[in-house]
T-cell receptor, first 113, second 114 residues
Framework: NAGVTQTPKFRILKIGQSMTLQCAQDMNHNYMYWYRQDPGMGLKLIYYSVGAGITDKGEVPNGYNVSRSTTEDFPLRLELAAPSQTSVYFC????????????FGPGTRLTVL | QKEVEQNSGPLSVPEGAIASLNCTYS??????FFWYRQYSGKSPELIMSIYSNGDKEDGRFTAQLNKASQYVSLLIRDSQPSDSATYLCAVNHAGGTSYGKLTFGQGTILTVHP
């Protein structure tokens, strides 16, 4: 199993550009999450999904969109990038939403200039 | 708003000492508690989970949970330089609509010096 994979690893965007961060998992997990981590801070939840076709907002959803057309993939879309979106983005997945361990991808480091 | 607070760092301990990391949470309905270790430039990795009051030991790591005081801690015995990392406390407000969402503390940087 590859676990949770994310692409790209690094990206520099100009203000106003758009991009999609890719996340995929091969563990047949139902629940998937997108977090952002600003320097010296913990992780904040952006969006989450409990299954294909079902998504909902987390703590900091503004400026982002998600979709979940398959169990495996959970892309995060940034529209009109802003410097405030400079961060490291982590995708995570878990089998169910109770006590199971969340598995994290390697992260995408995004800089908006 | 559900909050998770960790003791401010950085924490520096000598090799072989016990490192003590603390975390408090605001939501009394919280049911699952996790400690993640994050090396610089890497993703968080789970090192301990605890769900009921008391202590849970795994090798050199001991997690302690006190739900009445809304407090969870992590002890690292015989600290090694390889333990130097940021430690993140995370809380799952498990329930019908929580969907496994985690709230993270801001992290505590631990440095173990030889």
């Amino acid at each position: 199993n590859a676990g949770v994979t994310q692409t790209p690893k690094f990206r520099i965007l100009k203000i106003g550009q758009s991009m999609t961060l890719q996340c995929a998992q091969d563990m047949n997990h139902n629940y998937m999450y997108w977090y952002r981590q600003d320097p010296g801070m913990g992780l904040k939840l952006i969006y989450y999904s409990v299954g294909a076709g079902i998504t909902d907002k987390g703590e900091v959803p503004n400026g982002y969109n998600v979709s979940r057309s398959t169990t495996e993939d959970f892309p995060l879309r940034l529209e009109l990038a802003a410097p405030s979106q400079t961060s490291v983005y982590f995708c995570a997945s878990v089998t169910s939403g109770g006590t199971d361990t969340q598995y994290f991808g390697p992260g995408t480091r995004l800089t908006v200039l | 708003q559900k909050e998770v607070e960790q003791n401010s760092g950085p924490l520096s301990v000598p090799e072989g000492a016990i490192a003590s990391l603390n975390c408090t949470y605001s939501d009394r309905g919280s049911q699952s508690f996790f400690w993640y270790r994050q090396y610089s430039g890497k993703s968080p990795e789970l090192i301990m989970s605890i769900y009921s009051n008391g202590d849970k030991e795994d090798g050199r790591f001991t997690a302690q949970l006190n739900k009445a005081s809304q407090y969870v801690s992590l002890l690292i015995r015989d600290s090694q330089p390889s333990d130097s990392a940021t430690y993140l406390c995370a809380v799952n407000h498990a329930g019908g609509t929580s969907y496994g969402k985690l709230t993270f503390g801001q992290g505590t940087i631990l440095t173990v010096h030889p």
